[in-house]
């Protein structure tokens, strides 16, 4: 259900930035950014729907939604010649740095570190790769190749 909703989602996104990116306007400036903001977080949602659910993610992304639309919106306002400085940039770089890039880079690592064994790889998928693996060794060698491999001794 939330894989399908993020897809249309994100669709409609898509759409709407590419239109909003060909105005100019407010509106279109804001409407980008804001979309720009959720698209990531789409396509997390996307890729994190699954056999796990979405559930133990979706704090963590409402969390990151909220903290890049927050930045985006701070910079938007505070955007101007007359900027006062922040460790040296100007206070709309400080938070496209700080807030946009190494927030969401940040919350994204934390978050799958702590949902890591819901979302990561099993020991019953390994095992089931494994499985196949030996299963289409076999299979897939062709015969010739198998009974020659028999028949002459290993370099060594």
Not at 17 to 38: C, K, P, Y
Not at 73 to 102: H, K
Request: net charge positive; with cysteine.
């Amino acid at each position: 259900m939330a894989k399908k909703a993020a897809l249309g989602a994100t669709g409609s996104a898509a759409i709407l930035i590419l239109v909003s990116f060909l105005q100019d306007a407010a509106w279109a400036r804001w409407t980008f950014g804001l979309l720009a903001m959720a698209f990531p977080v789409l396509l997390m949602i996307i890729g994190a729907a699954g056999k796990g659910g979405l559930k133990p993610l979706s704090r963590i992304l409402a969390l990151l939604w909220i903290v890049l639309t927050a930045c985006l919106c701070a910079m938007m306002l505070l955007s101007g010649a007359d900027q006062p400085r922040l460790l040296g940039l100007p206070v709309s770089g400080a938070i496209l740095l700080f807030g946009i890039w190494l927030a969401p880079l940040a919350l994204v690592s934390l978050g799958y570190a702590w949902t890591f064994e819901r979302f990561g790889v099993q020991e019953e998928d390994l095992e089931r790769i494994r499985n196949l693996n030996r299963k289409g060794h076999k299979e897939t060698e062709p015969k010739e190749r198998r009974e020659d491999q028999r028949r002459r001794p290993m370099p060594a």
